[in-house]
Every structure is written in C-alpha cells, then in structure tokens.
C-alpha cells in the first residue's frame, strides 16, 4: 500500500516522474481489434452485475443502512454553502437588518434583485417591497457578499419547488421570523459574506475625541 | 482679456489674462482637485484643496489669475500633504451611512477620500447634535454636510435669493496639539468648517425662495437633497436621458434621470431633473415640474378617426408654443397643404414686434443672448417680470451684479423683493403700466450719442429736458483768522508770558446757492426715485458691457411696434446689445417656422387649447397627444439656439406627425423634418441625430446649433411715434403672470407643483384691500369677470396683483386686451 500524500505534496504540481503524482491502475485500452473483441466477450461472460446485485443484497440484510432517508432526513451542509436567500434580523432588537442600500440589486450579475424604497415616518429610508427572482438566480453569491449590513445571507434551504413562480421569492419569505430571532434561536450567522474571524486585526483604529 | 501662454505641469497651456489657473486646467483637462468652487460663481475658499504652486508660490488654483508665461505645478509633496490632510478632516465625524445616503456614490468626499488615498484618521474633534430638518423641498442633514458652502455661493451668486448662508454650529475647538501637528491650510479649513454648518438666512424653519433646487444639485454630499426624491432610489438605478426643458424660452439643459415605476410597474418613470450646474442653473418649474407626460395613452383609432374627419372639415388650427420646431413644421406643411389658418396669438405678437425691430435693426433676430447678459456689467430689463418669465434671464442678471461688479435697472410696474435684493446697485423703476416707452426712451435719452440719433428723436428726447433753478445747501470750508492767546516763553527773560498770535482755521459753513440743473421729464413719468440721477452716476462708473433685456409686456402692448423700433434704436446707436425674452417655450421657433394668422376661422382644431376639436398633451383632448417629454425634437431657445430634446418616457398613442401622413405628408418619423427647418430663417440642414447635447470642460455649449444670422432689408425709415403720457394705467391695475415655478398646464400638472391658480398679490396689497389668503374674490374687467381664490405671494411689492395663466381652467386671459395689464376691480365675494 502506498502512503497517503500530504497536503503539501498535493501542492506539488510537478508530476513529473518519481514526485508524489502517479497513474492510478487500470487496464490499457485495447489497441487492436482483437484485443476489443476479447474485452467484450470476458465483460459478458463474467456477469459483473451480479457481483453489483450481491453487495446490494448482502447490505440490505445487514440492517446498517447509511442511505440518508431524503426527504425525511437531511444531511446538514456547510454554513457557507449558497442556497436560498435569508434575510436576517438584529439579535437584540428583532429589526430588519436591511438598511435599502440598493448594492445587492446593483451587483446582482442575474439582474433577479429589485427592491422598492421609501422614507418612512422616523425618516429612514424603509423597503417596501424586495423581490428575487429565483428562476433567474444563479446563486453566485455576491448579493450576500455585497452586502454591507450581513442582512441578505444565503441559508440551507436547497430545495426550489413550488407550484407557483410568484413563491420565488418575497421579502417576507425570507425573513427570520421575529420570535425566532428574539428568543435568541438564531446564531450568528457564520455563512457566506460573514466576517472572516481575523477582520478586528486588520482595522486602523480612528482616533476618538471622547 | 487678452490671450497668454502658461505651463501647467510641463504642459503649455493657452488661456485669457485674469483667467483663474483652475478654469485654465480643466478647460485643458488638467485635473486640480477642487471641492468649494463653482464656474460662474465667484471663489469661496472653504475647501483650499486646490492647492497649486505658481512660479514657486503656493496659491489656490480658485482664486489665482493666470499671468503670461506663469509655471504651474499642480502637486509639491507639501502640497500633497496639505490635501491628505483636508481630506482626512473632512472625514473627522462624518457618518458612515452611505449605504442609505441619497448621494449613492455620486459623492466627491467619496471620490476626493478615495483619490488622496486616505486610509487612516490621525485627527478628532468631539461631535455636537446636528439634527436634521425639512425646509420644505430641500432636506437638509447638517451630519453629512461637509460646509464646502456651494450652495450658499450658488443662491447668492447666481440665484440671487440669498435664502442660505453659514450659522455657528457651537462645537468645541480644535486642540492646540493638533493644530501644531498639521499643516497650515488644513487646519485653517478645520478650523472655520468646526465652527459653522449651514442655516437659512431668514431664520425660522422653512425655505422662504423661489424654490430653484440649485442647493441641492450642486451639493458634493448628500447633505441637501430634494425631499421628494428623498430614499426613493440610488442614482446608479437611473437611465439619464439628455433632454432640452420645456417650460421656457431659456432653453436649459437637462438630465431626465428615469428608472422603472415600481416592482410591479415596469414602465419607465422620471425619479428627478439633474443639470450640469457649473454650467446651466435650473429653476423650479425645470427641476421639479418633470412629470406632465401624457400618461397611459393607447392608440384610440375611433379618436383617430375622427381627427382625420375634423381636420378635412377644419379651416383654422389654433396653437400654443409649447411646441417642437418640428411640429411647428408640419403645421406649416399642413397649411401650405390644406390651406389652414394658423392661429396663436402669443407667437404673432412676438411675429410682429421682430419685424418691425428688423425693419431697422437689418437682422431678424435680436443680437445678444443670455450668455452675454452674464458676462455684462450693466443690464437693464424693461417689459418682464423677470424672475417668473425667464428664471435664467433673472440669473443672468444677478449673476452680472454679483460676479461682474455690475449694475442694473429694472423697470416694470410690479415691484419685485427678488430683485431689489440682488444688491445696492440694482435700481428698481416702478413705473405705471403703458409707459415702457418712455423707459425706452429714457434708454436713448440717457445713452445714445445725440449726434448720431436721427434728429426727430434727438429734438423729442430733448422736448423732455428743460432747466431748472433749484436752491441747494452746500457745505463750504471757509478761512477764519483768530487772534489767540498763547502763553509764550521769552528766550531771553526765560520767562512765560501772554502773546498775540494771529491763526488761521478752516471752519465749516452752510450756504445756499442757487443752481441751474437739467430736469429730465421722462424721470418724473416713469416714476424714477429722487436720486436716479446721482445713482446712475455711480452705477455707471467702469461699466464697458451693455445688456439690454425686453420681455413680453412689450409685445402685446398697443403700441408694440413703436417699442420694437425703439428696441432696435437702442441696439444700434447705444453700446447696448439687446436680448428679447420668447413669451413660451418655443415661441422664438414658432416665429420663425409659421405664418401666422391674424384671424381664425369657422371650424379650428386646437392643439393644447380650447377649439373645436382638441389635441391635447394634457390629456383630456379629443386625441391625445405626447407631451414634450415624451417626444424627441428641436426647441428654440432665447439663445437663438436650435436645442435637442429626447423622450424620456415611453409614449403609445398617435402624435401629430401620424396625423399629417394620414392628411397627406410623408414621413416616418417627426425628427425627419428637423433637416427640413427653413434655411432662410437660419436653420441648418442637420440630422437630429447628428446634434450634440453636452457641455464641455471648458464650458462650451455643444448643443445643437445656433440660428444663422439673417440679414433682412432695412426700410431706411428710422422714425418712432410720440408716446402718449396720458395713455397710462393710473390705479386699480392687474397683471397677467404666473408665480415662481409655473408657466403652463404643463407645470401646473406636475405632483410637485402644487400652487392654485388665481389672484396673487403682495402682502402690502392684501393688507390694504384687507384681503386674506384663501379669500374668494371677484375680477371684473371691461371684458369680463371672473371669480377665484386669493394667494398671498411673497415675491411681489406692488400696489396691485396679478392674474396667473398656467392653468387654464382660470379663463384669465379672456379678460385682458392683449396686454399684460388693465384696469379691474377686485371685490371680496
């Protein structure tokens, strides 16, 4: 058995001979016609789909099944995966983070982002009407990284079925529901277009007159 | 001014002499960074970011003329130093809210932080509360404001409302360790931008101005902004379509910057008006009167139809000029056709009055424009109510009082607060309606060279002159001699003693003396104030540029062609260049492009007015029509210039040009006649796609083009009828005009425009009829009456009101002759 290479052979790109690289084993192509004619009969008389056939059943009788049950049971997926959108409220007072600020509409290389705004009564510039047109999205990421406020995120939720185009996508669909966000359910979101951890080390501190 | 070589940064670079070095850089696009100045506007230096060393001093490339051969360099590593810092101290407590500013990133503190490459914040001043506040249509957030003072240089320099300037914003001083630690000028900016933000001149909470918007168009932050537009979108959502405005005669140009309505609305919508404010200055009614499209118009082919029907019955079309050349055109085609009357009164009258004028002049049009009322030192305007007729001409004249040291007469009957308060040497003549003759006159009295003058006019301007004694108190010194006592040492006794001594002194005196002056009857007709004389005097002083402005009271007047001879009397042997102000927006082009008639027929079709059978732009015709905004074409300005405007939203039904191929023309587009536009009248040949809509860095106007001169025969006939001073309004006058920000249905159809139409008058007026805002009154005419609502309007000072026309729901109009005034008795109902 070979030793398993390291993360720094595999940045190693000389695969020349003798470096940590090699041809996995295979059979050569067969080359003449005799040689396909003979590949041909042995492949059908070996019958390898029983030996296929024969795992599937040894398995089923062993009762340790490691097929996710989808839909009933999901696997959860790395926080900075990029499925459909959320927008997020603040921890402590359950406002909407969005500030209107119109960057993911701008930068949204799909052209799905329209938002409508408007000053609202504490004079504050409110969104009265956000869209995403999932049909069109392409899930690249860029309104969640655009986003200045970490108020538009991509969550977990993968699946994009509806029985009307018009489900894809309101505001109110995508936001955190107001008890979940303060009963304090909802972490710190850790996804894509968060903060990266070492950020404070990297700001120039601005002098302070206080 | 005379042409000079300078280097800017190893570059030669021509210019004038007395040219500022900024202006000489960016007309050669040489960039100096520069925050507070504004071209046309005299140099604030509040920002001192243009910063320059000329021939090895450090100067302010805002304030500093160019000499012959001056070596410029537009970055020293002082220099550089001084800006980091300027820009750094801009940042000190600015908020970090541009994600919702209303500026979205069209924002110089964003470009000019970016562009010194400030990083990092070495200074810090303790805040103070800078609530923000609504003044009506501007919203003013003192916490983004950066105090460059642009807009309080715009209102008072070219605007001339002075409606904002500095107030203290009572914040703690600056630290002494960081005034030694940074450079000079920084500190210098730091240290008046701490101590002030910007208020309103006449206090309280609500902007009491004619409502320009210039504020807030040329503000580099998002301090001031137009509340209506205010959060409703991010500037880089707009399409911005290049368009001419279309409420006056001046012509602007403007930016119709559109998006779509709503998420649910994808119809273009016009979200606001920009301009290009170094260079044009809008008033209200362009900058916020930008939503009168016809709307939701369809192809109604019954309404069609029936046009077809009721232009083959029709003999007559009536119009106003709110028009394109190109429609104007194809009226003209229609009736060298079909044989319509053509029928507006308005452009007639402006018709009649340039050929009389041209009869002597030689040229058919007038032979200045705005441009150079800006770059005069002395303007006169007789025959408009400037600020409501032609906003640009009102800057204009400001603009020449305050950046040319000017001066300037205003005659008209209605006393205007505007203009009066454009400065000391302004000089308001209230005369009575019907007696602009003898201010134009008085114009040839005061300036033409008698010698030249055909004598018939020189012997009547004389037969108003005539000597008087008058007995004047003069102040004299006069030489007394004293004998005084002095107490005196004797040299030789040593001793002090009493002496004599003779002393001459210089006392005062008061004396009486009778003098021979000149009275000059014309003066006590107008109603010229006591000391127009010594005033003139002064105002005239160093004066070498003449502008003479004449509006539309002169037109329609009775004796309108007497006026026009006397306008291009005026032109030819005085030093005065004369501009005339189109009553409409394209009443200049309509006069050129239409005969006119005098007449109208049995049957009329009217385009935007009452006839027959209506076309209407307004909506609520017979067959719609789109308005100017949603149609591409040329429009004539008092500039005499042919400008391009350009749809800016969408427009479905049929226009006219449908209607003249369904009558006979052929042409696929209405912009297929803009190459069509007589020659003779000086039009040119060109292409609408072909015509430029831009400034450039230096200023100049490429936009469209302008009108040939066109030489016309003179009639050698340089005579002008006596005027007659017993023909005059003597009291209960009204005017015909429209207030601040309104010319038309037009205007007057806009969400923002939200004045009423009816009696306007000044509170000095109201007070005395004991007259109340919102009171109903009744005006009755020899022609008419009518009843409507009083409005208390703070621009005029007059001893009687007006009339508005831009809304014709109110048949003003109807009660007048034709001229502006008559007499009328206003009772409360």
Known sequence: ?210 | MSDITITIDGREVQTQEGEFILNAARANDIFIPAICYLTRCSPTLACRICLVEADGKQVYACNAKAKEGMVVSTSTENIEQERRAIMEVYDVNHPLQCGVCDQSGECELQNYTLEMGVDSQSYSVRDVARPSSDWGHIHYDPGLCIVCERCVTVCKDMIGDNALKTVPRGSESISEEQKESMPKDAYAMWNKLNKSVIGLTAGGDMLDCTSCGECASVCPVGALVDTDYMYTSNAWEHKQIPATCGHCSAGCQISYDTKHESIDNPEDKIYRVMNEWNYVSLCGAGRYAYDYENKAVKKDEVAFANAIEAFKKADTIKFTSTITNEEAYILQSLKEKRGYKLINPEAKAFQDFLREYSQISGTALYGADLKKAHASNFIVSVGSALKSDNPNARYAFNNSMTMNKGAGLYFHPLADPVIEQMGKSVMSITHAPLQEEAALYLMLDLFADKEKLPSAIADYLASFHSSKTITVEETIKEKVIEIVKEMKRNEETGVEEEVEVEKSKMVPKQVSKEVEVDENRLLALLNAPGDFEEKMEKFLAKKDAFVLMVGPDLYTHPASANLARLCALIEKYTAFELVMIPTLTNTLGVSQICELDENAGSYSIGYNTEADFVLSALGGGDLDMPAINQQEGTLTSINKRVNPTNAAVGYKGYELNDLANALGLNAELTVDYTKQLPLSKGFKAEEFDSLPNHYENDGTEKRGYLLDTVAVAVSGDESVAAFDETMVITENALYLANPVRQFSDFTAKAHQSKEKAGFYAGKRYLESKGLGEGDRVRVTTHKGSLETEVVHDHFIDAEMGYLTTFDSNLKSEALFDGYRFTTASIERV
């Open chain 1, 1 to 210: 058995m070979r030793k398993l290479p390291s993360l720094q052979d595999f940045k190693d790109r000389n695969v020349a001979e003798g470096s940590s690289y090699y041809n996995i084993d295979g059979e050569a192509y067969p080359e003449t016609g005799w040689a396909q004619f003979k590949q041909v009969v042995t492949r059908t008389f070996r019958l390898e789909l029983f030996v296929g056939l024969w795992v599937v059943l040894r398995e089923m009788f062993k009762f340790n099944i490691h097929t996710v049950q989808y839909p009933a049971e999901k696997l959860p997926i790395g926080p900075r995966y990029r499925a459909v959108h959320e927008m997020q409220r603040l921890w402590e007072s359950g406002t909407e983070r969005c500030i209107g600020c119109g960057l993911c509409e701008k930068i949204c290389i799909s052209d799905c982002i329209r938002m409508d705004t408007k000053i609202d009564e504490n004079s504050r510039k409110a969104v009265t009407e956000y869209t995403i047109n999932l049909g069109r999205c392409i899930f690249c990421g860029y309104c969640a990284e655009v986003c200045p406020e970490l108020a538009i995120v991509h969550g977990g939720r993968y699946e994009n079925v509806s029985e009307q185009r018009a489900h894809y996508i309101g505001f109110e669909d995508m936001l955190t529901p107001l008890d979940m966000a303060i009963s304090g359910k909802v972490a710190e979101y850790p996804g894509f277009g968060a903060v990266t951890p070492h950020e404070d080390e990297r700001v120039k501190v601005t002098p302070l007159a206080y």
